[in-house]
């Protein structure tokens, strides 16, 4: 699921939030002038199929999942982290290994019940002990505990500077979701968001209604959401077009002009957190010799296909971090793109040669269940053919695309069209991509170079942001060098909005969306 789950121009796997409880310490319930009886209708891509948060949501689930629960902290307008029910950002001790938070004294469950600081060190806690797919996240903590009612102490192992980002976690009330952990995920999920849930109906609805005794200092403006899963696109965007829904998720690249012309109807973008790109097996076959690999981007212009299968929904991406990142992060996005290769056919006929590639050589491409994906697949494939061998795109579904992505058997794959969207920090992007730690479990190019495993470590664990960033560069520089990826794209985060819906903002973190209520954003619905 890590690099998995996605829609045909949407994210993957992640963990964060909504809401909107900011910094409030005491008094009621929230108050909203604009709060009515209106339901936002929402089109999503794909079918949630669980929503408890201690055992990994896809993106789909967090769509809905996102709504009902808080979080320690989410997300600012940007990828800042900000408190939601902690009362400020955490107290940092012990050489950056002690985490001190404190929570605000008034929030509640759905239930009535207090959320207590128990119920947040169960949260991080329970993850590790059932091993859940979020084990390899919080296996840094070493201990988490409730020093009093509100106040939450975490000890790490190690100093991990991507520590806030994972405290962006949600919290879940320990007592309802111990006493029955498959209705807690699928019938009765209980949360302390401005949404609480009221039902779902697999494969055609999930309804939440607002929660009115909400402990946040703001209501949510409408009265509801229905997410209504449409999965093959066109439908989706003929509803929208109808007004069957206000809202939909992700416009595909070749209906986005549809959309974009739809009268009383707007596009809402912003650039993900995201990275989709072409993975070598450096383990085994042919693409373990660098000449290979250099010989296959001089085969194919992964311009023109961008170019041709992605725009407008996406970005030409050129390294393993995102455009937001990039910048953030002040990265060397020039150098970068003067690494990938023109094409040019015979100069990869040429390295094919010089590497002993067997005349009979047939390349491996798996893909997930997406065109997009698939299309990038088939440029590989076809330049690979032009330059005089064999070469066939076998798409997955997504189970047999995990199990079999990151073996490293030459037998399963020479090469792989995967995405990664989670935490808005380097390290989720470079440890889990390209660090040996991360092989057979997020990753399958098992690239060996010490010091590229060096530097990785070290900016996982140093707390300079400026050495960070010199020991990323660095790696980064090597791995593009050594055709280890080839960076393919990046999603715009798009939603399709009819004009009755204002307020309506995209946030870059995928999973935040659709933001209905924020500290910045409150979104209403005019009938």
């Not at 207590?116 to 949260?123: L, P, R, W």
Request: proline letters at 6%.
């Amino acid at each position: 699921m890590l690099a998995g789950c996605t829609s045909d121009s949407g994210s993957e796997t992640t963990t964060e939030g909504d809401g909107g409880g900011g910094t409030t310490t005491s008094g009621g319930t929230g108050t909203s002038s604009g709060s009515s009886d209106a339901t936002i209708n929402i089109g999503q891509s794909l079918n949630p199929v669980r929503f408890d948060p201690i055992t990994q949501l896809s993106n789909p689930d967090a769509l809905v999942a996102n709504r009902v629960f808080s979080q320690l902290y989410t997300y600012g307008e940007g990828t800042d982290v900000v408190p939601n029910l902690a009362t400020s950002m955490p107290t940092i001790e012990r050489d950056n290994t002690r985490y001190v938070v404190e929570i605000v004294d008034n929030a509640m469950f759905h239930n009535g019940d207090p959320v207590t600081a128990e119920d947040v060190a169960y949260s991080f806690r329970a993850p590790i002990e059932e091993e859940t797919p979020l084990l390899g996240i919080f296996s840094v903590i070493d201990s988490v505990e409730a020093i009093d009612e509100t106040t939450v102490q975490f000890d790490l192992s190690n100093p991990y500077a991507m520590f806030q980002h994972v405290l962006t976690h949600q919290v879940v009330p320990e007592a309802v979701r111990e006493e029955d952990k498959e209705a807690f995920s699928t019938q009765q999920p209980i949360g302390s968001g401005p949404f609480k849930f009221v039902e779902w109906e697999e494969s055609n609805y999930v309804t939440l209604e607002r929660w009115d005794d909400y402990w946040g200092d703001e209501l949510p403006n409408v009265a509801g959401v229905e997410f209504t899963p449409i999965t093959e696109s066109t439908t989706r965007v003929t509803n929208l077009r109808t007004g069957d829904v206000d809202v939909i998720e992700t416009i595909p690249p070749r209906l986005w002009d549809t959309v974009e012309s739809t009268e009383d109807t707007s596009i809402s973008e912003i650039e993900s957190v995201g990275y989709f790109y072409v993975a070598f097996n450096c383990n085994e076959g042919p693409t373990a010799d660098k000449r290979v690999r250099e010989a296959i981007d001089y085969s194919f212009s992964m311009d023109d296909a961008v170019d041709r299968y992605i725009d407008p929904a996406g970005l030409r991406q050129y390294g393993p971090l995102p455009g937001p990142m990039v910048e953030e992060w002040d990265m060397p996005l020039e150098e970068w793109m003067e690494i990938p290769n023109d094409k040019d056919v015979e100069q990869a006929t040429a390295l094919f040669e010089e590497a002993g590639v067997p005349a009979d050589w047939d390349a491996k491409i798996i893909v997930p269940p997406d065109d997009n994906r698939e299309n990038i697949g088939l440029s590989i494939a076809n330049g690979i053919k032009e330059a005089g061998y064999e070469a066939h795109v076998e798409r997955l579904d997504w189970g047999a695309m995990l199990s079999r992505a990151y073996t490293g058997n030459a037998s399963d794959y020479n090469i792989y069209v995967l995405g990664w969207v989670r935490y808005p920090d380097p390290d989720d992007f470079i440890y889990n991509l390209f660090h040996e730690d991360s092989e057979g479990v997020n990753q399958g190019v098992y690239y060996r170079n010490d010091e590229v495993m060096e530097q990785i470590q070290g900016a996982r664990e140093s707390t300079d942001r400026d050495e960070r960033q010199q020991l990323y560069q660095s790696a980064i520089s090597t791995l593009l060098e050594e055709k280890v990826h080839l960076p393919a794209f990046n999603y715009k985060n798009s939603y399709g909005v009819k004009s009755a819906v204002s307020d309506f903002q995209v946030h870059p973190v995928s999973p935040q969306n659709p933001r209905l209520l924020t500290d910045y954003n409150n979104v209403s619905v005019d009938r």
